[in-house]
């Protein structure tokens, strides 16, 4: 399994069952401002290292037939279930509590480049509106290289708007690097953890499959939206491939997809990301009994004893690992 090299992401790996610890060493950082993140062939074979599962948590969003998100309800309204076995609701909470780890990833790549000033305007926008105090955001700008501009997470709304201004066009596209990157950093958050990609869908130079992405994000507990930039909607040469994969990785994170063809469009994605991310609530149980042997367990969460639950949907993660794997 092919994974990116980067400086900015030394990654842990921890054995609960054991007590034994490994830790890979970081690579120097480069002296190049923008702190590009290169991807490179690994010629080690990949370890999978068993932890122990204990408390799950379940972050979930509830709308309407319409999309709105529905706020107000209780713990009592929830029906939570592991590979459909019953669990016991031990934590509930309002999201709207929690602290945000947001990263903003922006492709850069040439076949993006007509957009991103309105793109950048856009994201200048939701920080603006989303960001409190406790909560942090990240600017990530992706082309044949995945670039962090803020250095970190930040609630400086100065230091994001620069970061963002920063920004600049790149040529070839690695999505599915920036993804799996963005998605290790955010594992090692804590509170709520969420990605918002402003793309087209396409990709052209990752290293790292499209599978080894998505389980990052599945094990980084990040909620994954995407925001797909269509210039030309009917265009023949529109990445529909790419736009799919998008779409299910939003789907299996808990997130939600939006097609934007315009600026108007792309800040109504904003502002229904931003809405979400105020209404949302978090589930927490510990595992029951185990009936299947399977390292993924499918998680399933419903609401009942309200008014038009029947015409709720309910999104969440699709489930989580109890096999971690790691470099």
């Not at 790996?13 to 190049?32: E, F, H, I, N, R």
């Not at 990609?197 to 499209?210: A, F, M, N, Q």
Request: proline letters at 5%.
């Amino acid at each position: 399994m092919r994974k990116p090299a980067t400086s900015l992401f030394p990654i842990g790996l921890v054995v609960l069952a054991c007590g034994l610890w490994a830790q890979q060493t970081p690579t120097p950082k480069d002296s190049a401002p923008q702190n590009p993140v290169h991807t490179e062939r690994q010629s080690e074979p990949t370890t999978t290292l068993r932890v122990d599962v204990n408390l799950v948590n379940v972050f979930v969003t509830v709308t309407d037939a319409h999309g709105a998100p529905i706020g107000g309800l209780v713990q009592e309204n929830f029906v939570l279930l592991e590979d459909d076995q019953q669990q016991k609701i031990k934590i509930f909470d309002k999201e709207s509590a929690l602290p945000l780890s947001i990263a903003l990833a922006i492709d850069t790549s040439l076949t993006t480049h007509h957009d991103l000033p309105l793109e950048q305007a856009s994201a200048k926008r939701f920080a603006h509106a989303i960001l409190r105090p406790i909560d942090g955001l990240s600017v990530y700008g992706f082309n044949e290289d995945v670039h962090e501009f803020t250095h970190g997470y930040t609630p400086d709304l100065k230091r994001i708007d620069e970061a963002i201004e920063h920004i600049r066009p790149g040529a070839a596209t690695a999505l599915y690097d920036a993804i799996y990157l963005v998605s290790r950093a955010l594992d090692r958050r804590k509170g709520r953890k969420v990605v918002v990609l402003i793309t087209d869908g396409g990709d052209t130079w990752s290293k790292v499959s499209y599978q080894e992405a998505v389980r990052a994000a599945e094990e980084a507990e990040a909620i994954v939206y995407s925001i797909i930039i269509v210039p030309i909607e009917a265009s023949a040469g529109r990445e529909t491939g790419g736009e799919h994969a998008l779409i299910q990785l939003s789907e299996d994170t808990g997130g939600k997809y939006y097609y934007a063809t315009s600026a108007t469009q792309l800040d109504d994605a904003f502002r229904k990301i931003s809405d979400e991310l105020r209404t949302q609530y978090l589930l927490a149980y510990y595992p029951s009994q185990r009936t299947s042997f399977s390292e993924f367990r499918r998680i399933q969460v419903k609401v009942a004893g309200v008014p038009d639950a029947a015409g709720y949907r309910v999104r969440h993660r699709a489930g989580y690992y109890t096999v971690k794997s790691e470099e």
